[in-house]
């Protein structure tokens, strides 16, 4: 009897089936990178639901409290929706957002600078939004030379206010999130230097 492979023969199920090499790397890659901390670069890599090492992300000092935080990410492409209405931007938006939390260490100087500018933020904006409802309130002869001074000057506190509350109080903020991990900006080299470069 000829001991060649059948190949039109049904396969047996004693045997394991063969293993496809491509599907293997995927896996391992998928196993290696799985609950870890990386980099990209300069991007921090994190998985959904993780935590970082009891260090600072601004500094690699020692932290001493950590911050759970969730970060929502939109892919620019979508921001073009903003033309057909704020009410369309909202509904894409929490529809399309993508989203991860985690847990990160903050050393104690950078918690206090997080706090000064979240803080002069919020009072500049607040001192604006007040200025522009004074100014918009004023009656007689005063208001012919105060209103409009007073209101633009208004605005532009607000404005002030607002981006230093959202951007220099900021810790970290995403340049990209999927499914399973999100890229993270605003990590100090000296943190990132810690760890080891993405896989793949």
């Not at 073009?80 to 260490?105: C, D, E, H, K, Q």
Request: hydrophobic letters at 45%; aromatic letters at 8%; glycine letters at 8%.
């Amino acid at each position: 009897m000829s001991n060649d492979l059948n190949p039109y023969a049904a396969p047996n199920p004693d045997e394991p089936p063969a293993s496809d090499p491509a599907i293997e790397s995927d896996e391992s890659l998928a196993d290696e990178r799985s609950g870890q901390i990386w980099r990209d670069g300069g991007v921090l890599v994190v998985p959904d639901g993780s935590e970082l090492p009891m260090r600072c992300v601004k500094c690699n000092a020692p932290a001493e409290r950590w911050k759970q935080q969730r970060f929502h990410w939109l892919s620019p492409e979508l921001y073009y929706t903003l033309l057909l209405g704020p009410a369309i931007f909202i509904i894409v938006y929490m529809i399309a957002r993508r989203s991860a939390a985690f847990r990160y260490g903050i050393c104690h100087q950078h918690w206090l600078s997080r706090k000064r500018a979240a803080r002069t933020g919020t009072t500049t904006a607040v001192s604006g939004l007040a200025l522009t409802l004074a100014s918009a309130c004023l009656v007689g002869p005063i208001r012919g030379y105060l209103a409009l001074p007073g209101l633009g000057a208004g605005v532009v506190c607000i404005i002030v206010g607002s981006v230093i509350a959202i951007f220099r109080a900021r810790l970290l903020w995403p340049s990209s999130i999927d499914a399973e991990f999100a890229w993270m900006n605003g990590a100090s080299d000296e943190f990132l230097d810690t760890l080891p470069e993405l896989p793949g």
